[in-house]
Nanobody, 123 residues
């Protein structure tokens, strides 16, 4: 399997910034897409941003112009730079990655989730 570990969450005042990181680890895997999702209390998990292997990105309307997703393929790492944070950005942020795992003979798809990191925006 492919494991994902997020870091970078915390408490920040409105208007502040945070940078989340997500590192993928495992054996013989290749990543197609990576993304960030978030889930606020009492709400469904929603897509924040994703990026595919070619570099194309997609953002939720609520974060466009404030958040930037990027990835370092050599490090199997994705980042989410969050600027001008608002109280409504408060949530647990989850990293997601999908791609394939090869054993030398066959290849199977994977879709992995991290454990989540809390982001709290409050004065």
């Amino acid at each position: 399997q492919v494991q994902l570990v997020e870091s970078g969450g915390g408490l920040v005042q409105p208007g502040g910034s945070l940078r989340l990181s997500c590192v993928a680890s495992g054996n013989r895997f290749s990543i197609n897409g990576m993304g960030w999702y978030r889930q606020a209390p009492g709400k469904q998990r929603e897509l924040v941003a994703n990026i595919i292997s070619g570099g194309s990105t997609n953002y939720a309307d609520s974060v466009k112009g404030r958040f930037t997703i990027s990835r370092d393929n050599a490090k199997n790492t994705a980042y989410l730079q969050m600027n001008n944070l608002k109280t409504e950005d408060t949530a647990v942020y989850y990293c997601n990655a999908n791609g394939g795992i090869s054993n030398g003979f066959t290849r199977r798809a994977f879709n992995s989730w991290g454990q989540g990191t809390q982001v709290t925006v409050s004065s």
